[in-house]
Each structure stands twice: as C-alpha cells, then as structure tokens.
C-alpha cells in the first residue's frame, strides 16, 4: 500500500505517547504527528539532549502543540513507572500509545530488574507502560468519537525466536548462549502475541503490532560489520529511510479504524504480516500475558497519579489552555528526580550511540 504522510487526517483534540522517540522511527513519527495538529506528543527516552531539541523543533514548527519528554530507562521499571505518573498527571487522554522503543543484538545482560536485556526492555517495559497508561486509554475510548490505539512496534525478525517461542525458565538469566537475533526474536515474539492478547482482552481500543521495514536508524548502524553486512545481503533493495521508517506506525496509528483488524499483526505499509506458528499462538499469548501480569503485579500508579488530570486542576489547564506567547505553550517536562537505582543513566548494555 502506498503512504503518504501528507494525507494523514487532521489530529485535532488527540494525544499520542511515543516511547522512544529520541532517536530513529520514533523521532520521525513525532515529527510526523506534529504536522497535523495534534492536542499533545508526549515521548520517552534517556538522552535528554536529543529530547530537548525536538521539543524545540516542534516548539518551532507547530508551537500550539502540547510536547513533553519524558525521561526514562526502559531497563528499569521503576523509570517507567515514574515517566508513566508524569504522564497521566499531566495528560487526562490517552489516544495513542506507541510502544517503539527497542534494542537489538545488544551484549548480554540483565535489566536492573533483573531480565534478559532485550526481554526486559522491548516487551516487559512496554507491558508496564500499557498496564499502566491502559486506564487512560479506556477512559478516553468511552468519550464521543474516541479510537484509542496501541501501537506496538515489532520486526519480521521475530521469526528468529528460540525454538519453543519463548523460554520463560530463562527469562531471568542473560541468555549468553543463544545466536545473534535470537533474544531481539524472542522480544519482537512477544509484542506480536502480547498486542494481539491485549486486543482480545479489551476490544474497547484497537492494538495492532507492525514490522516498520529495514529500517537506516541507530538500531541498525550501531551494529557490527558482520551484521551489517548480514543485514544488506538480506534486504539488498528494501532499506527504508527513518522517515519511511515511520510510515507502517503513522498508519496504524492514524488510518481509519475500519482498515485495521484488532489485534493482527502488519508489515510495511498495512499489509497482513507473514505468521510463525508461534505469533499465532494464542496459548502462548496467554501465557505470556499472564507471565507478565505477575512479574509487573508490584506497580502500580501512585492515588495522586491515577486520579489522573481533569481540570479544574491548575497544573493541567497549564498544559493544555494555549499560551499567547508561543515559545512559553510548549512546555518540557521537568526530569524525574530518580533514585540511581531507578536507571536513569545509560548502562554498559545500550548499544555505544544508541544514547547519543
Ligand atoms: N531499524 C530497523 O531496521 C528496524 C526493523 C524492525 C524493527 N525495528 C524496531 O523499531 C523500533 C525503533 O527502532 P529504531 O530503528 O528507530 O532504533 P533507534 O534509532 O536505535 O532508536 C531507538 C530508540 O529507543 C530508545 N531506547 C533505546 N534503549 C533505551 C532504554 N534503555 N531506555 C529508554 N529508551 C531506549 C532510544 O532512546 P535513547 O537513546 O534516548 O534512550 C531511541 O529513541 C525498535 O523497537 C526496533 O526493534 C527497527
């Protein structure tokens, strides 16, 4: 199918959350979005540096647009929870949540909270923020002419999961002996069965999963020769600019709600992806959200948090009512004060320029 950011439907009155937004597909969608009038882009990442030059360039170019970064490490889930609490005391609507972030082939190792880094990261951080933020989501597809989305972004490298799908008795241990892409398969796995389960349990929202292509980002540049050569050999014609990067996301997340099929998964551009035996498990997905449901049963969001942001909160209207002067309507979220064992520096285990 052939996209063109420019028809994307004015977003009038919407908010997105971008995790990952610093950097990659992530910062393109954002750039995207923002051309189309949206209520607020709210994005997560660790470099803040980066984080503050695209709330500056969306200050510049669309200054009635509501841009937050949010600070976060997706290796702990504490930081996640936190960045999650800004977010719903600052926003009372969530419309879509793109889950994006994401690390590849990456050295072994654990999480703060002690996962197989890609595990940890690209899914079990991604099914907090969900958990987390799935109340809003709820609350916002109850209000006239609502659509809330969950957008997860996965890879057609899912396909490279260990044999069995997912090792769940392994789940705690760094994996240091699999292949290279078989952890980073194994996470993909899991956005594709975990969005697909979250579309069975609450089909009140539309969560679809989405392979964005092969993709010119950080995710892959920071690779070794070795894999980067891999990489060309096997997708010798198809390598995607970010910009293109972004476009199966910006259609999942924006394109009618009648085009899409509630919890199936999406190659690039709104093409039914290839299945495994495995991300059509819906055993498996089952499992796995149960899995996850009780790892993450220790986070909640704290009461002042949850009570979400209505007016006539003053803290809320300050976000949301334009500002005469345009530069002062965008704000910055302030950093969250973390406690060090909440992650908020990069570890030995992020690719060396994934963090800038
Ligand atoms: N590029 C491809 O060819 C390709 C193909 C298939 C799927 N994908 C998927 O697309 C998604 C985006 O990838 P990309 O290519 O845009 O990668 P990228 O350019 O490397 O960007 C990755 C983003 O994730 C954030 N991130 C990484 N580690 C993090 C951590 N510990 N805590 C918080 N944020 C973290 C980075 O932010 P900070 O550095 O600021 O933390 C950055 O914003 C990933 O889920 C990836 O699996 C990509």
């Not at 979250?198 to 089909?203: D, E, I, T």
């Not at 993450?296 to 009461?303: I, K, N, Q, R, T």
């Amino acid at each position: 199918m052939k996209f063109d950011p420019a028809r994307i439907p004015d977003l009038s009155g919407k908010v997105f959350f971008v995790t990952g937004g610093t950097a990659g597909i992530g910062k393109e969608t954002l750039l995207a979005l923002a051309k189309h009038s949206p209520k607020g882009l709210y994005f997560t990442g660790r470099n803040s540096q980066r984080g503050a030059q695209i709330v500056a360039d969306i200050n510049a170019s669309a200054p009635s647009i509501t841009i937050v970064f949010l600070e976060c490490d997706l290796e702990s889930l504490e930081s996640v929870k936190q960045a999650a609490e800004q977010f719903v005391s600052q926003s009372d609507r969530l419309d879509v949540l793109v889950c994006n972030a994401g690390v590849m082939n990456v050295p072994p190792a654990l999480t703060k909270d002690g996962y197989e880094v890609h595990f940890g990261l690209n899914h079990l951080a991604h099914a907090l923020f969900i958990k987390l933020l799935l109340p809003t989501l709820l609350r916002t597809a109850e209000t006239p002419n609502a659509d809330a989305r969950v957008v997860s972004v996965t890879s057609q490298g899912y396909a490279m999961h260990p044999r069995g799908g997912i090792l769940f008795d392994d789940l705690r241990t760094t994996q240091a002996s699999s292949q290279l892409f078989v952890n980073y398969g194994q996470s993909k796995l899991a956005n594709i069965l975990y969005t697909a389960e979250l579309a069975r349990r609450y089909p009140q929202i539309t969560a679809v999963s989405i392979h964005p292509g092969v993709v010119r980002t950080e995710l892959v540049s920071t690779q070794s020769m070795f894999t980067r050569a891999l990489i060309v050999v096997t997708n010798p014609f198809s390598r995607l600019t970010p910009q293109q990067g972004a476009y199966n996301t910006l259609w999942a997340s924006t394109s009618d709600k009648d085009k899409i099929v509630n919890g199936a998964f999406y190659e690039p551009v709104g093409v039914p992806g290839r299945h495994m035996r495995q991300s059509r498990d819906d055993k498996l997905a089952a499992q796995l959200w149960e899995w996850s449901d009780k790892e993450l049963e220790g986070y909640h969001l704290s009461a002042v948090a949850s009570g979400g942001c209505r007016p006539p909160s003053a803290r809320c209207r300050r976000m949301d009512t334009p500002h005469p002067s345009a530069s002062s309507e965008v704000q910055r979220m302030p950093m969250p004060h973390l406690p060090a064992s909440a992650g908020v520096h990069q570890t030995h285990t992020a690719p060396p320029d994934a963090g800038g």
